[in-house]
């Protein structure tokens, strides 16, 4: 009898080249990789220096992301020195290595987790490494991505491997139905909380149960990106029809009997029935509320209907010093309930949450609705894409006519690498996955939450539960 295996059993065991050492080390076949002005450049200059040439050209893509402008009006032109020079060498290597570049005006440029899978990169049982934490994203189609640094994206494009060190495996089972108003983004807000933000390191993560299945893939991908919060360099779903169908159309996806043959291999991409996993975590979303965070830690939330924590009430000497640290850099006070944090700005974005589905949940609540005196609102689509097709479904003139900056695509406000940054004291509801001190600029202050619920609080002016203004109108 063959060993059962687990899902990322497989999508290792079919990239393994050879293996280094009896420690989990393996040399792994990298089928492809989408790469950011940001983080490339050493890689790029490595292999000049080497006089090294990229082993797959094809399999790479280059798109800008991380620095460049936002403005709806943006040209080519960037307004920032060091991001000039970032993209302006990306080019360079674009070019020099023959590789296919999505650059600030092309209108399939955008986020890259969202590029990705609209240029159907990203196939079931495919392993993709890029230099992005975000990368686990890709788990929603039933791949495997993870993040990996410079010197190995230099490794990765001179050999198309990497040298890898296997993963423990991590199961967590999320039962139950979610509950009206809650979202992917509160499932995977729950998981952190729970587990920490260290909960999953060294794991890879293999999501499944009934509230799992009946996610949308975006919903699922929200999920998956959000995971590497809680230290998980990988975590993905097994590969469904829902994803299948999702992906069909994309550009560079197999068509014909490549196709069918790519689905029955596919179907094939799930963990076997008695396979074994390191650990196990169930969840049950059938209670779960929509989620903030008060803290500077994307594991420091609670229920919108809840308070900010005490310290004293933290046993663990370590932890109620991270909560003492928050609060103070959030500058809240213990006791506070959560509905009643004012708020200056509101950003709907990100690789979490700036997909089409997350801007018709936004919409949702701002149709007919106006934000509130004093809170700047900002909606940064995750794709050049996503934006258009917000404009033909008429979801941009909500927006727009509720008091938002309808902006074209990028990280932006993420993460704050181009001219979208908060000021010092400023404090932000966010669709996006970091909370850190300083995330958004110096001294600004983040609330993570699902896209509707950031959409509520630019309204209400302050933290809001999201129910109040859909059932206002069920
Ligand atoms: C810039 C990049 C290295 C970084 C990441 O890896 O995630 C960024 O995208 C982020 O979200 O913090
Ligand atoms: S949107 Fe934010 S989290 Fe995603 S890749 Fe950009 S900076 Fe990183």
């Known amino acids: 009898m063959m060993k059962p295996k687990t899902l990322y059993d497989k999508l290792i065991d079919t990239h393994i080249i050879r293996q280094l050492d009896d420690q989990g080390n393996v040399l792994l076949y990298i089928d492809g990789s989408i790469l950011n002005e940001y983080t490339s450049p050493q890689a790029f200059s490595g292999l000049r220096d080497a006089k090294r040439r990229v082993w797959r050209p094809e399999s790479i893509l280059l798109n800008v992301d991380h620095v460049n402008p936002t403005r709806p009006e943006r040209t080519a032109e960037m307004t920032d020195p060091g991001g000039e020079l970032q993209v302006r060498y990306f080019e360079s290597n674009s070019r020099d290595f023959g ?20 240029q159907g990169m990203v196939l079931p049982g495919m392993v993709i490494a890029a230099g992005d934490s975000h990368t686990t994203t890709y788990g929603a189609f039933g791949a495997l991505g993870f993040g990996i640094g410079t010197s190995e994206i230099e490794h990765m494009l001179a050999t198309q491997t990497l040298a890898y060190k296997k993963l423990k495996t991590l199961r967590v089972t999320v039962n139950g139905e979610l509950p009206f108003a809650a979202t992917a983004k509160d499932i995977v807000m729950l998981l952190i909380a ?33 995971a590497v919060e809680a230290g998980a360099r990988g975590a993905f779903m097994a590969p469904d029809d829902k994803v299948f169908a999702y992906i069909q159309s994309a550009p560079r996806v197999p068509q014909g009997d490549m196709w069918q043959q790519a689905l029955a291999y596919w179907r094939t991409l799930h963990s076997d029935p008695d396979a074994v996993f390191d650990k196990e975590v169930v969840l049950d979303c059938a209670s779960l509320a929509p989620r903030v965070t008060w803290g500077t830690s994307p594991d420091q939330g609670g229920d919108i209907t809840g308070f900010v924590p005490y310290p004293a009430d933290e046993k663990d000497p370590a932890k109620r010093r991270d909560i003492q640290n928050a609060l103070a850099y959030m500058g809240l006070e213990p006791g506070t309930p959560l509905n009643q944090i004012p708020i200056s700005h509101a950003f709907i974005g990100s690789c979490t949450n700036g997909r089409i589905e997350d801007l018709r949940a936004a919409a949702q609540v701002l149709r007919n609705r106006k934000i509130a005196a004093g809170v700047r609102g900002i909606i940064v689509p995750g794709s050049t894409q996503v934006r258009a ?3 033909q479904e008429g979801l941009a ?4 006519d509720a008091g938002f900056e309808w902006r074209q695509s990028g990280c932006s406000m993420c993460l704050a690498m181009n001219e979208d940054v908060l000021m010092a004291g400023d404090r932000c509801a966010s669709s996006t996955n970091r909370n850190f001190a300083g995330r958004q600029g110096a001294g600004a202050r983040t609330h993570l939450m699902s896209p509707a619920m950031v959409a509520a609080a630019a309204v209400a002016g302050h933290l809001v539960d999201v129910r109040q203004f859909l059932q206002q109108e069920s």
């Open 99 to 118: 590789l296919e570049l999505f650059d600030v005006m092309d209108e399939r440029q955008g986020i890259e987790h969202v590029v990705a899978h609209e």
């Open 194 to 226: 729970q587990i920490g933000a260290d909960g999953a390191t060294g794991y890879a993560i293999e999501f499944c149960g009934s509230a799992i299945d009946a996610l949308s893939v975006e919903g699922r991908m929200t999920i998956c990106n959000m």
């Open 389 to 391: 097709r917000a404009e």
């Open 397 to 400: 003139k909500i927006f727009i």
